[in-house]
């Protein structure tokens, strides 16, 4: 498969997983877990600019393989810290999502990895970078939340 084959699959696999969240409520897990102050609007606005960074990723594969290479490390991430590793500290409490984090995120995330570092020019350094994008990526809906309570960027 191609970069961008691989890439629009990973869009995909992320559609499959909102699914998954939505309809095992998400929302209300990640209340009671992991303790972010979420709503089902942030859910909404959240997963559709993941949507709109995974068809730009889709389109931009062949000429900026880092574009799909952040995408691929926000799905390993999120697989891993946002329903893997809540699941081992709760001892086994349910995560809506780790079904496609672990049948669809590893595989398509840990393919695409292996595709771009099996391409002269990207390197190790390529990938820390991507998870570092990545990270930056997740961590943003998270700081936003805990922020927006904040006297300063209160509206009224």
Do not use: C
Request: zero cysteines.
């Amino acid at each position: 498969m191609t970069l961008t084959e691989w890439a629009w699959l990973a869009l995909g696999a992320y559609a499959v997983h909102m699914i998954e969240e939505f309809m095992f409520d998400w929302r209300d897990w990640a209340r009671a877990v992991i303790r972010v102050p979420v709503e089902w609007g942030d859910f909404y606005v959240t997963n559709s600019v993941v949507v709109v960074l995974g068809i730009v990723q889709g389109e931009v594969a062949a000429t900026l393989p880092m574009a799909v290479a952040t995408f691929a490390a926000l799905m390993l991430i999120n697989a891993t810290f946002f329903h893997i590793l809540p699941m081992i500290v709760t001892r086994g409490r349910w995560s809506p999502g780790v079904f496609t984090a672990v049948v669809l995120f590893y595989p398509v995330g840990i393919a695409i990895f292996a595709k771009l570092l099996a391409t002269s020019g990207f390197t190790a350094l390529h990938a820390a970078l991507a998870f570092l994008y990545g990270a930056l990526l997740m961590a943003s809906p998270i700081v936003f939340l805990h922020l927006r309570g904040r006297s300063y960027f209160q509206q009224s």
